[in-house]
């Protein structure tokens, strides 16, 4: 199992980072540790790369979202392959992120 990101600056303060390969116990915290090291207040998590996530993996993606939200920032996720979508959406994943936003 195996993870690669890459970064790119949109503006001053936004930053998306794109995701390719398995997002699971064994990589989220790759991905985690990348995420914290970020000091932009927008980020995009683009996930069009990503071919198979667990429950780890997503609960770790909307722990970071909620932290960045009482940091006053703002983490989204977006771009997902169909399969991805289909885990995520039987999780319950986007029912969780749509009341996070909400608030």
Excluded at 21 to 46: A, M, P
Excluded at 51 to 79: A, C, H, Q, Y
């Amino acid at each position: 199992m195996s993870i690669k990101m890459s970064d790119e600056q949109i503006g001053v303060n936004h930053t998306t980072v794109f995701v390719e390969g398995e997002l699971d116990i064994f990589t989220i915290e790759t991905l985690i540790e990348k995420i914290d090291r970020l000091s932009v207040t927008r980020c995009n998590v683009n996930l069009d790369g990503v071919t198979f996530i667990d429950s780890s993996g997503i609960g770790l993606l909307i722990r970071k979202v909620m932290d960045w939200k009482e940091e006053g920032r703002i983490l989204t996720i977006s771009d997902m392959q169909p399969v991805v979508y289909e885990v995520m959406e039987e999780m319950g994943a986007f029912i969780i992120l749509e009341e996070v936003y909400s608030q």
